[in-house]
């Protein structure tokens, strides 16, 4: 020992016989200790030589004995020893790799053991409970700073202490033995100090020492188990007894089983000599057959490895270590612990792990605190569901919260299991631990089932409603078992994750058998990231520029003979019906589009975009007549080309606050699509029929004859449900499966697994079966089969020829190889981008290229060709990181754009959400909004300046063409970047939109109205409600016909996408609508949306959907007009009439409402209006309106699906437009009172009425 060490340990006093006389100079002694571990080195010099010279068991312990009264010194000597016995790996950081460092990592241990042997003594834990008991009498007032600090030293030596791990060496201990963990738990009961901590535990006022009481609870039942403590001092159950006898059946079966062969091997008479034999058809290294020179008793087990040295396994690839075995403590130890845990739970529990998660919550806990919630919560469940289950013990622990913290932990777990390779077995550890907890909750959940109380049932059916609805509860089993690794994730984690899968399979299927179908949560997760919207820049509007782009439109239009694909008609819809901008806004903006398309040269949409605009809007002829024809269309779209249309300012960099918060939770957010869909139990199933996930299964298989039998029966389950459920056997046709099949067919103990040996004997029956079909059955066996391989294995495989990659000519491998070298050192970052359209070959894929590319040797694999991910994959944050980010903060913290001088001065780059979550978590911001851009006013005054007018718009375009056009911006939509795998998805989605609007086209034309409704239709609209009412009548057309194609009738919930009428469903008077029209609510805790019954027939959502339109007054004379019509004639017309009708009046009432709004707020202005009446008004708009009914049915139906597809996209269908019209007050009130048929229309007055 270091001679001042020595001479200060010689200063504290000495022990003479039991007693303990201390020195003048022993305080500062003590104190002098504290400060020399202070400045101890890396090997922790000072901490092993007071360990070697037994100080805390000679000098420390007898003075906190014999001189408690000095205050002073008591203090000091219980600081000296909780820094004397902090665990080893606190002092080391981890258990060193270096010899060296391992070397003082295990003194340091072997010390603190003999420390703790020291702290098994009743008279050491009495005196520390009278001191603890004494500081807790006083009252908060009375309490000082020294106070509470010793109370926490007090806890965190008893921490300290209990922590120690036992000496495997010296503690060889059978069970029912005392060890020292044993003598120093009785030491703390007999002493009180577990009534303290319960007293600590359960006191509102002590709840400060929340988490140092859950660590010394955690360390005191460190050995224990709860069906072991449940069991103490019981007598054992029937099913324990009927246990044990089935493992003792099967010993006994074994045994006789090894005598019975030694028995056959003894020959009749005995030799000395083993013999010699020829193996014929067994090959040896030659070409000549083995010679045997044993017994042939023992050829069985012959194998050609003998001899041969046992070939090493790399350490990355060795089993991952157990932890260590669990050991049964001395009887009235375990009485004691367990009298403990029915106090804790009654009176503690559920305050305790209140407080503990709160804390959790709130992260003002250390690192990897929540360990010890997750031991708790499992240990303390599973010993109140065995000592007769009472839910209240354990109410604060079952919840969905409960579920969704501890999904949580295990998802962070496995990534830091992932990306922490150098922890990877503590993590692996953690992971397990929540594994436990999970699946403790599951199974008290199932418990609670069994009660025979109702309230609890009841709470249980809620919890089940939750955590199968929700996809995250129900999909976390499939990605453990598919992420499993053995290197990495002991034999025990992969019992229990089977174990914890078959629990919930089985309350799954009979929660689904319960109902008639079951609704569930469906997240579509988009791997989309925007990158903020990039500004074009201006087309050239130049004449000649215009010229020449219109050379090219004429050429393309009259080659394709004004033709237009079929998908492009269905995509283009010029008018939203939801939308909050004005009708004439919207006109106005679906011609600055047709003006975009032209400036782009793209000519089919144009042209579409044109009709479909005239279909919307015939009135006027704005967009041409009905009738026009295809030259007239051609010189429209000129005039429409060359014409100076108004439009909005786009959007400044910095447009509002409102903006960059969109722009961060899009981010964030906009990539999870979540949706409902009816849940099959089957179906689900489905996807454990997995190569990934039937492995670990026959992995846990291998270890049958360790396993107990409730784990080979959740093997044997999930193998049934795959090969007799779903006629999956083929995918278990594997060899290493029948070599496994075969030990359990030739146990001595196969009695004692009848299941196992009844599935093996089915399953090779099947594919002994199928062998006789298929000849390459044999050859299948050596391969792990997926879905598609089975079903070629089991039905044939796919012929010659079949699905070919496609061919390449001469020509394209020559010009392919040109464009490769041409291209191949300039700096693009995607050179395949960049090839495939520069090939003659349009059809050719980025696949295609790449392909070809490696079969050509110019590039070495298709890894060299690879898209280039955008963002990092960065997880972790340094310090020196995290010092950069706050020092850049504080640089840029009053700047306009915080988070973008970050961005782009950070040296390891983040994304944006990766930035502000570590912002928020530092605590430098306290919430998202002091990220935004700060806005200036210029900005807004640039933006407010004043527009054309809809009627100057429109005078100006048919007065020729302008000399000079004037600069337009182009507004682009911005393009989501997305990754190739979710193309597919999207093509998908498109066609179903497409499926879905070729559906609403045939709407039904004739309908019975229900006149019961039309009050309540007319108050919603005067509430402004309009659009809710529209939304509510195409969804029940499209139920309607749905059911009239289908011919199922399913409940179809009513899910509001807008803010509009998500309001709507919560408005009482719109709720009261739905009723009567016999729309019911949700049903219970598990439905949310309101749901179109299945009981309503076609005929009646037909009636119920006419009623929501106003009816509209018959015209006066229109008998007159149409007597020579014949009366069938006049039946269909007016049928069209009706439909068209209803679907447009709302559009139609929304325009006039517009224009009288605005008449009022200028009526100092003088009126300028174009609207002149003609005396073919009628006569015009009800040809019109016969002609067009059918398609704008289809059109304003189907706006709802164009907003869903629009937000998909990520693609605003508005611009941001403001067109002012002025009309003339008379005219205006005119148009309110008449009937429909009676509306004046828009005229655009064209050049050669000019000339008239």
């Avoid at 949560?521 to 989309?528: G, S, T």
């Avoid at 795959?722 to 067919?745: E, R, T």
């Avoid at 010092?883 to 009053?894: C, G």
């Avoid at 939109?993 to 039309?1014: A, C, F, H, M």
Wanted: glycine share 4%; aromatic share 6%.
């Amino acid at each position: 020992m270091n001679c001042e060490l020595l001479a200060t340990c010689s200063a504290l006093g000495y022990l003479e016989g039991d007693t303990y006389h201390k020195e003048a100079d022993c305080l500062e002694s003590v104190k002098d200790l504290i400060r020399y571990l202070r400045h101890e080195d890396d090997t922790r010099d000072v901490r092993q030589q007071l360990g070697a010279g037994q100080i805390v068991q000679n000098d420390l312990l007898p003075i906190i004995i014999q001189h408690r009264q000095d205050k002073a010194l008591f203090d000091a000597c219980i600081r000296l020893m909780v820094n004397l016995t902090q665990p080893a790996m606190l002092c080391f950081g981890k258990v060193p790799d270096d010899p060296v460092f391992r070397h003082h990592f295990l003194q340091v241990t072997s010390h603190l053991q003999a420390c703790k042997e020291a702290f098994a003594s009743e008279a050491v834990f009495g005196i520390l409970s009278e001191t603890l008991y004494t500081l807790l009498q006083l009252d908060w007032e009375q309490r000082q700073e020294e106070d509470n600090l010793l109370i926490e030293r007090i806890l965190l030596l008893v921490r300290n202490v209990l922590h120690v791990p036992a000496d495997p060496c010296e503690e060889k201990k059978v069970d029912d033995d005392a060890s020292i963990h044993d003598r120093l738990l009785w030491a703390i009961h007999m002493s009180g100090f577990d009534d303290l901590i319960k007293f600590l535990a359960s006191a509102q006022s002590e709840q400060q020492w929340s988490m140092h009481v859950l660590e010394v609870i955690s360390l005191m039942f460190r050995d224990q188990t709860p069906e072991a403590l449940v069991s103490a001092g019981q007598a054992r159950s029937a099913e324990e007894k009927h246990r044990d006898s089935q493992e003792l059946e099967a010993l006994r079966q074994k045994e006789h089983a090894a005598k019975r062969s030694r028995t056959l091997q003894r020959g009749s008479r005995h030799s000395r000599f083993g013999g010699s034999y020829v193996v014929e058809g067994l090959k040896s290294i030659g070409d000549r057959d083995v010679i045997y020179h044993r017994n042939v008793h023992n050829f069985k087990s012959y194998t050609h490895d003998t001899g041969k040295a046992v070939r090493r396994v790399p350490k990355r690839n060795r089993q991952a270590r157990e932890c260590k075995d669990k050991r049964r403590s001395a009887l009235n130890v375990r009485l004691f612990l367990r009298e403990f845990c029915v106090d804790f739970l009654e009176n503690c529990y559920n305050r305790l792990m209140y407080l503990v998660k709160e804390s959790l919550i709130r992260e003002q806990t250390q690192q990897h605190d929540e360990t010890y919630y997750l031991w708790a919560l499992s240990f303390f469940m599973a010993f109140n569901r065995g000592n007769g289950f009472r839910a209240d013990l354990v109410s604060e622990t079952m919840s969905i919260r409960a579920f969704h913290y501890i999904e949580r932990n295990i998802t962070n777990y496995y990534e830091m299991l992932l990306t922490d390779r150098k922890e990877a077995t503590s993590w692996s550890r953690r992971m397990h631990l929540a594994l436990k907890a999970y699946q403790e909750l599951l199974l008290t959940v199932n418990e609670m089932d069994r009660s025979q109380d109702e309230s609890i049932r009841q709470s249980s059916s809620v919890i089940k409603s939750n955590i199968f609805y929700l996809m995250e509860y129900r999909e976390i089993f499939l990605t453990l078992l598919r992420k499993y690794d053995e290197t990495r994730q002991p034999h025990s984690y992969l019992k229990d994750l089977v174990e914890s899968t078959h629990l919930f399979l089985r309350m799954l299927e009979r929660f689904c058998k319960g109902r008639r179908s079951l609704m569930v949560q469906k997240k579509k997760v988009r791997r989309k990231r925007s990158h903020g919207k990039k500004k074009p820049s201006a087309a050239d509007t130049s004449p000649e520029a215009l010229a020449e782009i219109w050379k090219v439109v004429e050429e393309e239009l009259k080659a394709s003979g004004f033709q237009l694909s079929e998908s492009l008609t269905e995509n283009i819809v010029p008018f939203d019906a939801t939308s909050e901008t004005l009708l004439e806004e919207q006109r106005t903006e679906a011609m600055v589009r047709v003006q975009d398309a032209l400036l782009v040269r793209l000519a089919p949409d144009a042209l579409g975009l044109l009709r479909a605009a005239r279909e919307v809007w015939p009135e006027g002829d704005v967009f041409g007549s009905a009738d026009v024809e295809p030259e007239e269309e051609l010189e429209l779209l000129k005039q429409i080309l060359h014409a100076n249309l108004p439009r909005s300012s786009p959007p400044e960099p910095a447009a509002e606050e409102e903006d960059d918060a969109a722009e961060l939770e899009e981010e964030e957010f906009e990539s999870v699509q979540v949706s409902e869909k009816e849940f099959d139990f089957l179906d689900f199933i489905k996807r454990f029929s997995n190569p990934s996930i039937v492995r670990p299964y026959l992995l846990l298989l291998k270890s049958y004859s360790k396993n107990t039998p409730h784990t080979n029966h959740c093997v044997a389950r999930m193998l049934h449900r795959l090969a007799v459920d779903l006629k999956m056997d083929a995918q278990i046709f594997q060899l290493s499966v029948f070599n496994l099949f075969n030990k359990i067919l030739s146990d001595p103990a196969a009695a004692a697994y009848k299941e196992l040996v009844t599935f093996a004997k089915f399953v090779l029956n099947r594919f002994f079966s199928l062998a006789a079909q298929n000849n390459k059955s044999y050859v299948e066996l050596l391969f792990w089969k997926n879905v598609g391989a089975v079903r070629e294995m089991t039905e044939g495989y796919s012929k010659d020829g079949e699905g070919t990659k496609p061919t390449w000519t001469e020509e394209e491998e020559e010009e392919l190889r040109n464009l490769y070298e041409e291209h191949r050192h300039s700096e693009v970052p995607d050179i395949v981008e960049t090839l495939l359209p520069l090939l003659s070959n349009s059809t050719r894929t980025r696949r295609h290229v790449v392909m070809q590319l490696v079969h050509m040797g110019l590039v070495e694999n298709a890894k060299a060709l690879k898209k280039q991910k955008k963002g990092t994959q960065i997880v972790l944050w340094t310090e020196e990181q995290e010092e950069e980010l706050q020092m850049l903060y504080e640089e840029y913290k009053d700047s306009d754009d915080v988070l973008g001088n970050l961005l782009k001065k950070l040296t390891a780059k983040r994304s944006r959400a990766r930035v502000v979550d570590k912002l928020l978590s530092m605590g430098l911001v306290s919430e998202r909004r002091e990220l935004y851009k700060k806005r200036s006013r210029i900005a807004h005054e640039k933006s407010s300046g004043k527009r054309m007018t809809e009627e100057e718009f429109l005078v100006g375009l048919t007065q020729g063409l302008p000399d000079d056009p004037g600069d337009k911006d182009d507004e682009d939509m911005e393009e989501d970047e997305s990754e190739e795998s979710d193309e597919e998805e999207d093509e998908e989605q498109e066609r179903e939109t497409q499926n879905g609007k070729r559906r609403i086209k045939s709407l039904p034309t004739t309908v019975e109205r229900r006149p019961d409704v039309g009050p309540m239709v007319y108050a919603l609209q005067q509430d402004g409600m309009s659009g809710p009412l529209l939304w509510l009548q195409n969804s029940l057309y499209k139920t309607a016909e749905d059911r009239k194609a289908d011919g199922l009738s399913l409940a179809v919930p009513l899910v509001p996408l807008s803010e509009a009428n998500e309001d709507a469903m919560d408005n009482k008077s719109f709720q009261r609508l739905l009723r009567k029209l016999g729309i019911r609510p949700p049903a219970n805790e598990q439905e949310t949306f309101w749901r179109i019954p299945e009981n309503l027939s076609v005929a009646q959502l037909q009636s119920a959907a006419a009623a929501l339109s106003p009816r509209e007054e018959e015209p006066k004379g229109g008998g007159e007009q149409d007597g020579s019509s014949s009366p069938a004639g006049e039946s269909q017309e007016e049928e069209e009439e009706e439909v068209s009708g209803e679907q447009r009046a709302q559009a139609l009432r929304a325009l006039l409402l517009t224009r009288k709004r605005k008449h009022h707020t200028s009526e100092h202005t003088a009126p300028v209006s174009d609207f002149s009446p003609t005396e073919d008004t009628d006569n015009t708009l009800e040809s019109s309106r016969e002609k067009t009914s059918t398609k704008r049915s289809r059109v304003l139906d189907d706006d709802d699906d164009d907003d869903d597809e629009e937000e998909e996209n990520g693609e605003d269908s508005t611009m941001a437009m403001d067109v002012e019209t002025n009309g003339d007050a008379d005219s205006d009130r005119e148009d309110i009172s008449a009937p429909v048929k009676r509306r004046r229309r828009l005229v655009l007055i064209d050049e050669e009425d000019d000339e008239d």
